[in-house]
């Protein structure tokens, strides 16, 4: 009778020993699972914020083409390497957007290579 | 003998005359509501719809070149920019204004492109889609163009001097496009002489062209010598749409109206 109580005690410690185990591997999971959604909800607003980023410098740097006469070679060979950084990130996006930014990235680069040559060409 | 000495005759009349006839075709002059008229067909007839008719007249009184040739990012030859429905219907090119939400002189601008068609967006898509349809139009010619100066040639209509008498006013901006807000400092205007003996000077218009285009638009694609003095322009050129003839050949006045340009007197 002892050894059976004994034995059924075993069997209780055993279950429970299972069942926290289990639990605690589940709570686990669960955290890893809620980092990976929280990694992935970063990701977003990273890629989102970079996808601002981009526009932001994109205005920025083509908002001054009216005044492209005025800078001096150094602050167009600056642009100019602006426009060459942003050209890759407008590669990435969607083929309407990728059109119209390709275009008028082009315009806004030319028109600062252009201004750039010509002072360089007014020194010679 | 003679009916034969008078064929003889005839064939050597045909002959000459063929000689001497000019080959080609002439073209023809467009008028006043035709001039800066654009056809769209890069994808339209592949998708069962009619070319796209674009009046620049209507469009060049609401807003300046640069807005859309710039900012929108419309291409300067027409086919060039190869606008797709799906470019519209997310909000640029013709979308960015033809949204069904912009305002223009208190009427609704109609919206462009859209996925899902029914009868009576079939309507809609017609305002566009309209070559070789009769499509009634919100904006009458010769209503719109009867109380402007007039000119000789393109739409008759003096759009510069339209503008300084405030009877249009083209927005030089547009919201969620435009990056350049301050206004620009206008480089000096200059002469070019055409080394034709007689034919008066040109004078180029910096400020003119710069309120309305911007830099870019020019500089470095249509106009790309950076020394002044370094490029030749030739009337023919020109005429086939090269350097002035980019805007003076279609939309702006055309190369036929030489005082507009040879402006300088000759110098006795």
Sequence with gaps: MTVWRTF???????LLVVAISMGSVCAVGQGAKK??????????????TSAHEWQKEFDQVCSTTQEAM????????????????LLPQIEKLDETRKKVYLGRLRMCRGLYAYVLESKRNEKK | ??????????????FCGLSLAQTGTKKKRPLP??????????????????PVVFEHWIHRSKFTCRVCHVDIGFAMKAGQTGIRAVDNERGYYCGACHNGKMMVDEKRVFAACSRRVNYEDQKRCDRCHSLGK??????????FSQP??????????????????????????????????????????????????????????????????GCELCHPEIFMGVKKG???????????????????????????????????????
């Design chain 2, 148 to 213: 402007l100066p007039k000119e000789r040639f393109g739409n008759g209509i003096d759009w510069e001097k339209s503008e300084e008498m405030g009877l249009i006013k083209p927005a030089a901006y547009l919201d969620g496009f435009t990056s350049n807000k301050r206004s620009l400092a206008a480089q000096k205007d200059f002469y070019l002489n055409p080394k034709v003996e007689g034919m008066p000077d040109i004078i180029f218009s910096h400020k003119k062209h710069t309120v309305w285009n």
């Design chain 1, 35 to 48: 980092s990976t959604v929280d990694q992935d909800g970063q990701q977003v607003a990273q890629r989102s």
């Design chain 2, 1 to 14: 003998m003679n009916a034969k000495r008078f064929a003889i005759l005839a064939l050597l009349l045909v």
């Design chain 2, 33 to 50: 509501y035709e001039f800066g008229r654009v056809v769209l067909n890069n994808y339209s007839e592949k998708s069962d719809l009619s």
């Design chain 2, 134 to 143: 009769k499509v009634p139009s919100d904006f009458d010619f010769f209503t």
């Design chain 1, 8 to 14: 059924k005690w075993i069997r209780v410690a055993t």
């Design chain 2, 230 to 268: 370094s490029s030749h322009y030739t009337m023919v050129d020109i005429s086939e749409g090269k350097s002035c003839g980019a805007c003076h050949v279609n939309v702006a006045f055309p190369l036929t109206d030489c005082q507009r340009c040879h402006s300088k007197p000759v110098q006795p």
């Design chain 1, 70 to 85: 005025s800078f001096s070679e150094n602050e167009l060979a600056k642009f100019v390497q602006r426009c060459d950084a």
